[in-house]
């Protein structure tokens, strides 16, 4: 059977579904499940992906049936929507837009009005009123420019020369609104327009619609290798083989007159999450209107009183659709001469608050069960209860002082403070160059997506809610204030005034994007309520606790501990460190980095004199010195882990990144070894290495000098006996070596650790079981894991290193290429945050398997810093490891990535 290209939907029939996305993109599959479940839907046709690729994989052309099909579907729209395309007297008009399987905002092309052309209109202008017509006309001429035959400026400094014409027509006509341009200017316009095209071009504007519909379909399918499409899938991970659908739909008009509308809606509130339908319309306009934030639309319930009929349809929608698909959902929705089509569904992007609170309150309404609000909320979205709010002394302080600017719509929460930057390039370079940058635009549009990625907050004088500024920033996490009216931007002077300041470009504004507000000058942040509500004290902890984020927080983590089978460790050097890892749900310590203690204060000296001694009695003394400062870490740290796992690792970074620097530090190590400073230089140099990170570090050292690894180990004994007889805790201590490359390298250190910790023991007449393990992070270990694992109560994966060693890429360096890797395609994403799991991944599966079939009781973890990204922790699932070990504030994210995990394996 020859493959389907076309799929039809409308009259309350389709030939897709919800399920399809792959083959006809989000919004196709949408379209037809709608329809399908008696949602009013101009009748239309997706074709699918598949087109796409065949597209792009056969010279910009079609499959052969493709022709034939697209005839078909467009029989039956008209046979739906009782008009005939192309016909002069009741033209059908077409919509022509992308669809991918995710969605990609405004990142691709659309046509509207297809269809028109100079006898078209004249039937068009028969059936509703003249002056409709020739906007639309005029409308579809500039847009078929633009997009089909590729007239739209690609720099900032370009001219459109469709806008040039507009502005001159308003300026001769001394009118500032499109509004008040007359049927006869309109008409004017369609023809200089024409002759722009013609002009620019060299070709004559198509008036056969069938040569316009091909047109579009090209240029749609053209457009997902755009620029912007590209930069937002590298941004969003979104694979470039997909493709995009192409969506074929009868025109419906909201600028009819004073009974058409058009808006765009959620379900529910996007912010914040609250179950309120929440919206924005505009009366007697088209949908790119409101997207575009070119005028700033009403709040929905405005609508009630206006179109009460239509509102009250709009509900009904509101609730089949969310009991329907059974999440929130972000609708698009055009009213022409009273009656309600619906244009578009999707789920709603949602800012991380939204995310958590919609999950926890769709569980309570029965909407959803516990499993899947835990599967659907993006452990990312963690990110953002966890973030900081201005600070509130701070913030009252500045708004006494006269800081508060202006007010606009919250689109955007959290609080952010920066430079200004009135381009998305530079702030882009802004923040390439370290600054926190505000991006501060009259409205954005796709095209400045680099510079919204690259700043801390973005502000705007136009657009609503949906705009695309609003609806980029809350996907992004960026704080937004959109729609600020009173903003004065000057692009050309790089200024802005607001609230009778004036501004520009490198000074400081804040913004708090959870109530709209602007302000003048740097404020300071403080953490987030749920920060408050672990952390707090007092009567803003009691507070904080009751506040309904941190309620969210605290079910979605308990349900998430229900489901996981993975523990979550942490990774911590200090008491404190521990402490707040605990609040977030820590089981114990993966990772506890001993180099990290040896730069405090006074310790540095001692380290020093430790690396730069002459002999084995030399470092002894130093050694000496340092086992008490250990003991006392480690006592800390045992206090505060209780009866949870602690795992120190031994000494491991390259000696010389301790060596003294400056003539100071020089002298007064000198002193201390009772040397001559020229002495001391000259040993620093000596101990320098070409390639660190690959030289004299890790285990080597422990193998090299065995009284520091002893010392270590005493250090660790001693602190685990005294906690555990003094304090009554039962200490969970072990010990693991870094940077094994071969068993015997583990069996050397292990029967010297083991020693000192029986020497203490039996000193202390004590017993606490230590384990001794060992990271795996280079390639030998993994592939020699059966070997290890003989000597090894446990293996830790250092995927920072592993990850190093396993592409032979230096983990201080190669920040600087790869992300060109990652924009070329040759890596899916820097293999230093998510783990490469095809390369290092497979490595460690290996390691794990071989390790735990030498050793079944062998422990298996991982420390590096993927331990706290999701899909990382997802893979960990899957080769079955007993923990994750990650930062503080990364637990709560690998919790629930560890439920999901289990819930989707
Ligand atoms: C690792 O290599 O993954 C690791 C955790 O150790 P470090 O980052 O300290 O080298
Ligand atoms: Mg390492």
Not at 537 to 566: H, I, N, P, S
Not at 827 to 834: K, Q, R, S, V, Y
């Amino acid at each position: 059977m020859a493959t389907k290209y076309v799929y039809s939907f409308g009259d309350g029939k389709a030939e897709g579904n919800t399920k399809m996305k792959n083959l006809l993109g989000g919004k196709g599959a949408n379209l037809a499940e709608m329809s399908s479940i008696g949602v009013p839907v101009p009748a239309g046709f997706t074709i699918t992906t598949e087109v796409c690729t065949y597209y792009y994989q056969n010279k910009d052309t079609y499959p052969q049936s493709l022709e034939a099909d697209v005839a078909k579907a467009i029989k039956r729209i008209e046979r739906a929507m009782g008009r005939t395309f192309g016909n002069t007297a009741d033209p059908l008009l077409l919509s022509v837009r992308s669809g991918a399987r995710e969605s990609m905002p405004g990142m691709m092309d659309t046509v509207l009005n297809l269809g028109l052309n100079d006898q078209t209109v004249q039937g068009l202008a028969a059936t509703g009123n003249e002056r409709f017509a020739w906007d639309s006309y005029r409308r579809f001429v500039q847009m078929y420019g633009d997009v089909v035959l590729d007239m739209k400026p690609r720099e900032k400094t370009d001219i459109n020369p469709f806008e040039e014409i507009l502005e001159e027509v308003k300026k001769k006509r001394k009118i500032e609104l499109d509004i008040d341009l007359t049927v006869d200017d309109l008409k004017l316009l369609v023809k200089k327009f024409k002759a722009a095209i013609k002009k620019h071009r060299g070709i004559i504007f198509p008036e056969d619609p069938h040569e316009q519909l091909w047109g579009a379909i090209g240029a749609v399918f053209g457009s997902w290798n755009n620029q912007r499409a590209i930069h937002y899938r590298r941004m969003n991970k979104i694979p470039d083989e997909w493709g995009t659908a192409v969506n074929v739909q009868s025109m419906v008009f909201g600028n009819m007159g004073d009974d058409s509308a058009t808006g765009v809606a959620f379900t529910r509130n996007p912010a914040n999450g609250d179950n309120e339908f929440y919206g924005e319309w505009l009366l007697n306009a088209q949908g790119e209107d409101v997207v575009a934030g070119t005028r700033t639309p009403q709040p929905i319930v405005t609508l009630k009183k206006e179109m009460p009929v239509a509102y009250r349809q709009l509900m009904d929608i509101r609730a089949k659709l969310e009991k329907h698909y059974k999440d929130m959902q972000d609708v698009e929705f055009t009213i022409q001469q009273g009656k309600l089509w619906m244009l578009q569904t999707r789920t709603g992007k949602r800012t991380g608050f939204a995310d958590c609170i919609i999950a926890v309150d769709m569980v309570r309404e029965r909407l959803i069960t516990q499993k899947t609000a835990i599967c659907r909320v993006n452990p990312n979205s963690l990110n953002q209860l966890l973030a900081p709010i201005f600070d509130d002394k701070a913030k009252n302080v500045a708004i006494k002082n006269g800081a508060l600017l202006t007010k606009g719509l919250p689109a955007g929460p959290g609080a952010a403070t920066g430079r200004i930057a009135f381009h998305a390039d530079d702030a882009a370079d802004m923040a390439k160059d370290g600054e926190p940058v505000i991006l501060v635009r009259i409205e954005t549009s796709p095209e400045d997506i680099k510079g919204m990625e690259a700043a801390k907050g973005i502000l705007t004088a136009r657009g609503g809610m949906t705009s695309h500024a609003a609806l980029v920033a809350r996907q992004m996490g960026r704080v937004c204030v959109a729609g600020c009216g009173a903003l004065e931007i000057d692009y050309k002077k790089g200024s802005m005034k607001v609230g009778g300041q004036a501004f520009k470009e490198g000074d400081f504004i804040s913004l708090d994007g959870t109530v709209g507000e602007v302000l003048a000058g740097q404020i300071a942040v403080s953490p987030s309520k749920v920060k408050v509500a672990l952390f707090g004290k007092g009567a803003a902890k009691t507070a904080a606790r009751r506040d309904r984020v941190f309620q969210a927080y605290e079910l979605l983590m308990k349900w998430a501990d229900k489901f996981r089978t993975m523990e979550v460790w942490t990774n911590a050097d200090q008491p404190d460190q521990a402490a707040e890892a605990i609040v977030y749900g820590a089981q114990g310590i993966g990772l506890c980095r001993t180099e990290h203690m040896f730069f405090g204060g006074d310790r540095i000296v001692a380290v020093r004199e430790m690396i730069l001694a002459d002999d084995t009695a030399g470092r002894e003394k130093a050694l000496k010195k340092l086992l008490p400062i250990q003991r006392r870490d480690f006592i800390g740290i045992f206090k505060a882990m209780g009866a949870r796992p602690v795992t120190i690792r031994l000494l491991d970074p390259p000696l010389h990144e301790f060596l003294p620097h400056t003539k100071k530090e020089v002298e007064e190590v000198a002193k201390v070894m009772g040397v001559s400073p020229k002495k001391v230089v000259a040993k620093t140099e000596s101990l320098s290495e070409t390639n660190p990170m690959l030289g004299h570090r890790g285990c080597r050292l422990g193998v090299s000098y065995p009284e520091i690894y002893r010392m270590q180990v005493r250090a660790i004994a001693e602190a685990a006996v005294q906690v555990k007889t003094k304090n009554g805790v039962k200490v969970k201590p072990e010990i693991m070596i870094p940077l094994v490359g071969t068993w015997k390298e583990l069996q050397l250190l292990r029967r010297e650790a083991e020693e000192v910790i029986a020497e203490v023991m039996a000193k202390k007449k004590a017993k606490v079981k230590i384990l001794i393990g060992t990271m795996i992070e280079l390639p030998r270990a993994a592939l020699t894991a059966g070997e290890i694992a003989q000597v090894a109560d446990f293996f830790s994966f250092g995927t920072n290193d592993l990850t190093q060693t396993t592409f032979g890429l230096s983990r201080d360096d190669a920040g600087k290429f790869l992300p060109e890797y990652v924009d070329k395609g040759i890596l899916p994403e820097d293999p230093f945050i998510a783990v490469d799991k095809t390369g290092v991944g497979r490595l460690m599966s290996i390691g794990a398997t071989e390790g735990r079939a030498a050793n079944p009781k062998l422990q298996v973890g991982i420390c590096g810093e993927h331990g706290g990204e999701p899909s990382s922790v997802k893979f960990c699932h899957e080769i079955g490891l007993n923990y994750v070990s990650c930062s503080p504030p990364r637990v709560p994210i690998a919790r629930l990535a560890a439920a999901q995990a289990a819930l989707e394996s």
